[in-house]
């Protein structure tokens, strides 16, 4: 049975080489929205879809997978050294 906490939850930020990551726990409620919203865990959700269910977090982060078992925890993900105030990625080097 999920774990549906009272506010949205977010975890710490971690990392691999490219991408830091992190995952959000949705209310009950943002998960029922959610799952109509994607047609029952279907398909990602754009910026202004998470941040309409009530996601807040800075620029640049992307829904970028859905764990099925568990459809009320958001999987995002931002390539390191994003600006988290424009949300603008880091030129590639040469």
């Known amino acids: 049975m999920p774990h549906y906490p009272d506010d949205i939850e977010y975890s710490e930020k971690y990392q691999d080489s490219k991408y ?33 269910v009530g996601v807040t977090q800075s620029r640049g982060w992307s829904h970028y997978e859905i764990h099925r078992p568990e459809p009320h925890i958001l999987l995002f993900r931002r390539v390191l050294g994003t600006d988290p105030t424009t949300g603008k990625a880091p030129e590639a080097s040469a």
């Open 20 to 52: 830091e990551y992190r995952h959000v726990i949705l209310t009950k409620t943002a998960a029922k929205e959610v799952w109509k919203l994607t047609a029952g865990a279907k398909r990602l959700l754009s910026e202004d879809e998470w941040r309409g």
